[in-house]
């Protein structure tokens, strides 16, 4: 099917389409987002992240109770939600494209499916049962954030994108925080069964709220600032998928984000194991020592990333893609050294400016996937990148590391976890130098919004 492109990146839908007659429209004049629909996404967000990762802060205690090796320690953390968040992410956020989707609506349902879920695993009595229920996560934490950045790119102008993005992107470390601290203390005085309760259970409320605290903006006729209803034709998925393959910089910025989340993914759940297993911290001092320090530098890099592409963006917009490259380079010796400490005081110490680093790409990138496509495909290119993230990443990542360790465990003994986290710090030169690639193409393959 031929698509027709005018100037200014105006899409004229295929011949013999039928299409929703439509008022001619002016340029997008853009209108601020209102605050409360931006501070209740991320709200959402922390939630989102929250439920996801408080199991890496729970792996060790589960471990014991279920007699499990690191192995299926690895599955359980990365892979059971993983697969089914990636495989249902592309359909979702099909629908949520759609011009007569409720994407509102959708993410208050998929906050309550993971928030119930969540508490399911609180639940479990086999490590089967617990495996199913992280799989309901994975279901519910699909229909979340494509529609997300979807509802943020329609509401801020490109060049306030990124910034935009990465406050949203704060509810990773602050959800990361949360999950930590929250979780382990909750292990340490009550058990891990009730941590995945008590996070959970607050979730179900957040559903509810939800549609009192954001409106659609497409059931008022208005997108982007343009008060022109939106023409109902959604483009074939064959064709989205093979249009968003056609351009190499999504495809680089597909396989970096892929590789720093497998990277990331892995060391969030094998640190915290480091720090229990071979310093001999307990799950909730180390989610209160980790958690805090690494969190809130995490949310630094976040928003900082954000606003330094938006920053030099301006200048050339392939500077939005620089500075996450420079930083990810950087951070990868820096990270070999934390590893390498004997003593966890100087660990953590040497891992607050690499974590910081690691993460300055969330806001760029996602705001240059949202740039790259037509305003009908935001919510599908999120996805794919998302499950280039969540399949390699978070399915592949936690596992790999374990398989690793059980690997290295006959040389290593208890410095298995060590030895994988030294061969993680210095595979994050391979994304950094994705980026970098990817930024030599992004001007000529941006859209104009």
């Known amino acids: 099917m031929t698509v027709t492109r005018t100037g200014a990146g105006d899409t004229l839908p295929p011949a013999g389409l039928a299409v929703t007659a439509a008022p001619a429209a002016t340029a997008p ?12 996404l991320m709200i959402i967000y922390i939630f989102n992240f929250l439920d996801r990762q408080i199991v890496s802060i729970l792996a060790e205690p589960i471990k014991r109770d279920f007699g499990l090796s690191d192995t299926q320690l690895g599955l359980m953390t990365g892979l059971a939600f993983a697969l089914f968040y990636t495989l249902l992410g592309i359909p979702i956020a099909r629908y949520a494209d759609r011009s007569t989707t409720n994407r509102v609506s959708l993410i208050a349902w998929s906050v309550a ?11 479990a009595r086999t490590f089967p ?6 799989v309901g996560v994975g279901v519910g934490e699909a229909g979340c954030t494509p529609a997300a950045h979807s509802l943020i790119s329609d509401s801020v102008p490109p060049e306030k994108r990124s910034s935009a993005i990465a406050f949203y992107g704060l509810g990773i470390p602050i959800g990361s925080l949360l999950g930590m601290v929250i979780g382990g203390g ?5 058990g891990w069964r009730t941590a995945f309760m008590a996070v959970g259970l607050p979730g179900l409320v957040l559903a509810v709220l939800v549609p009192f605290l954001m409106k659609e903006p497409r059931r008022v006729g208005m997108v982007a600032g343009d008060r022109v209803p939106k023409a109902k034709v959604q483009v074939p998925v064959g064709e989205a998928l093979r249009e968003l393959a056609t351009s190499r910089c999504f495809v680089l910025l597909c396989l970096a984000g892929g590789l720093i989340a497998f990277l990331s993914y892995g060391k969030t759940v094998w640190v915290s194991v480091l720090f229990i297993r071979n310093f001999g911290l307990t799950p909730g001092e180390t989610g209160l020592y980790l958690g805090v320090s690494l969190g809130v530098a995490s949310m630094i890099g976040t928003w900082g990333g954000g606003k330094l592409a938006d920053h030099f963006g301006k200048r050339d917009r392939k500077h939005m893609l620089t500075g996450p490259a420079i930083a990810i380079a950087v951070a990868a010796p820096m990270l ?9 005081r100087v660990a953590l110490a040497l891992l607050i400016l690499p974590t910081a680093m690691n993460i300055m790409y969330y806001g760029p990138v996602y705001a240059c996937v949202q740039g790259l496509v037509r305003p009908e495909l935001r919510a599908v290119a999120a996805s794919v990148m998302l499950f280039s993230q969540n399949l390699i990443g978070l399915g592949l990542g936690p596992l790999l590391f374990g398989v690793m360790s059980d690997a290295f465990q006959p040389l290593a003994g208890a410095d298995s976890v060590r030895w994988v986290l030294y061969g993680a710090a210095w595979l994050g030169l391979i994304p950094a130098f994705l980026f970098w690639r ?12």
């Open 29 to 40: 004049t853009y209108t601020a987002m209102p605050r409360t629909m931006l501070w209740t």
């Open 113 to 123: 499916i993971w928030s119930a879920m969540t508490m399911a695993c609180g639940a």
């Open 129 to 134: 049962q617990l495996l199913l229920a992280r």
């Open 186 to 190: 909750l292990a340490d005085a009550y």
């Open 336 to 344: 070999f050294l934390a590893y390498s400490a004997s003593d966890w």
């Open 438 to 449: 990817a930024s030599l193409r992004l001007t000529r393959e941006l859209k104009s919004g």
